[in-house]
């Protein structure tokens, strides 16, 4: 082999300089495009001024510049040696330095003037997903998995996917939501964790039906009156927790319209001893009749009919003089004198075991009557009564309210 030393004294011998076999010279730097005099295509330049030495290559002296080409000194300057299947199987290149990648169905091609390998998907291969619901096709072959990269969803160097962290959730951002304990539910400071129904129903409290919710404080569960008596009314204790108390002491029962009637009944309420009859718009169909009250004491399966003592002293506007009108069948509590009467009667000592009695006043357009009188036969306990005209029928609308006492 020859070799040429052009750093030397140029009077030494400088070999054959034969540009077959290539000369071979060793230098304290790298060749540039510059060193081209004295070289032939083919000689070798060694840079002795790294370590390990660098080796070169004159491969080209196109248009006067020299093109010299490096010998790597480690395997990874000459590119991929072997490629690696997901099992850490590794395949290295066929006598012609060619790993090829195999697919079905010409799945993997490369197109005409592109350096890349391509890769296609048939049936084989999902090209949708489901969530049970919606259906999310691939567009090109590829899925997005699109979310909020602050919140979990991201790439990572040295991992071959993508990364789903489950962050918590904010007031302002979404996330993966605790659950809130019965406790945090109750305080009601927790910003962070979502209520169930089972720590919902630790902040309301037991339920009562037809009860009536109170506050508990914003960091106490909230509780329950029990539903109240007819009548009464939730009433504030100052400090203390409301009570139900009697809003008024009349509590209306029951109102009904008479319309054409031979009887009307009502039944009466134990908790009351004393009630008041109102009535309106009364008429009969036959003149000079009157309406009469008749006990019961088997709550209306049947009506007393005999044994009052009751009356009713009526007089015109513009007279002095009294009309009676009498009954021992009932006790009279209106009486047909004109148009248009209304009138107010009290029903006393019905839950006492003691004498009934009626009192009270009607008024028309152009009359007056004080009503009195009462059951003088014995004493009762009565829980009924019915209205009924002495004769005909009559119409008319009638109230019965309770006097609380």
């Not at 054959?16 to 230098?27: A, D, E, G």
């Not at 330049?45 to 010299?68: C, F, G, H, M």
């Not at 339920?207 to 109170?214: A, E, K, P």
């Amino acid at each position: 082999m020859s070799s040429s030393f052009p750093n030397l004294n140029p009077l030494g011998y400088q070999g054959l300089n034969q540009t077959r076999p290539p000369n071979l010279s060793f230098h304290n730097k790298a060749p540039t495009v510059y060193d081209i005099i004295g070289f032939n295509l083919g000689d070798e330049w060694l840079d002795e001024s790294v370590t390990p030495s660098q080796w070169y290559k004159l491969v080209s002296k196109a248009r006067n510049i020299a093109t010299w080409l490096s010998f790597a000194n480690d395997i990874s300057a000459f590119g991929v040696q072997t490629l690696s299947t997901d099992n850490g199987t590794k395949v290295s290149p066929d006598i012609s330095q060619n790993i090829k990648l195999a697919g079905t169905a010409n799945q993997i091609h490369s197109a005409p003037g592109i350096n890349e390998i391509q890769f296609s998907l048939d049936g084989s291969v999902p090209l949708a997903f489901s969530d049970g619901t919606n259906t999310a096709s691939a567009i090109n072959n590829v899925f997005t998995l699109a979310g909020n990269p602050f919140r979990g969803l991201f790439t990572q160097a040295g991992v071959g996917g993508m990364v789903i962290n489950a962050s918590l959730s904010t007031t302002s951002l979404p996330g993966v939501v605790q659950l809130a304990t019965s406790a945090q539910a109750i305080a009601g400071s927790n910003t962070a964790n979502a209520v169930t129904p089972s720590a919902l129903a630790a902040k309301l409290g037991a339920q009562t039906q037809y009860g009536v919710i109170l506050g508990g404080g914003s960091t106490s569960a909230l509780s329950v009156v029990a539903p109240g008596t007819l009548g009464y009314a939730l009433i504030s204790n100052g400090a203390a927790a409301p009570s139900w108390q009697a809003a008024t002491n009349l509590i209306l029962i029951s109102s009904q319209v008479a319309s054409s009637s031979t009887s009307l009944v009502f039944s009466l309420n134990s908790t009351y001893n004393n009630y008041l009859i109102v009535y309106r718009d009364l008429a009969f169909s036959v003149g000079s009749a009157y309406l009469l009250l008749q006990l019961s004491v088997d709550a209306g399966g049947t009506f007393i009919s005999t044994g009052y003592s009751s009356g009713m002293n009526w007089t015109a506007w513009n007279s002095t003089s009294m009309t009676n009108v009498n009954s021992s069948s009932g006790m009279v509590i209106a009486l047909e004198i004109a148009a248009v009467q209304g009138g107010s009667i009290w029903l006393c000592n019905c839950e006492e075991n003691s004498y009934p009695i009626v009192t009270g006043t009607m008024s028309s357009i152009n009359a007056m009557s004080l009503i009195g009188g009462g059951y003088s036969s014995a004493t009762v306990t009565c829980n009924a009564f019915q209205l009924v005209p002495s004769s005909g029928n009559f119409s008319g609308t009638i109230s019965l309210y309770g006097l609380l006492e």
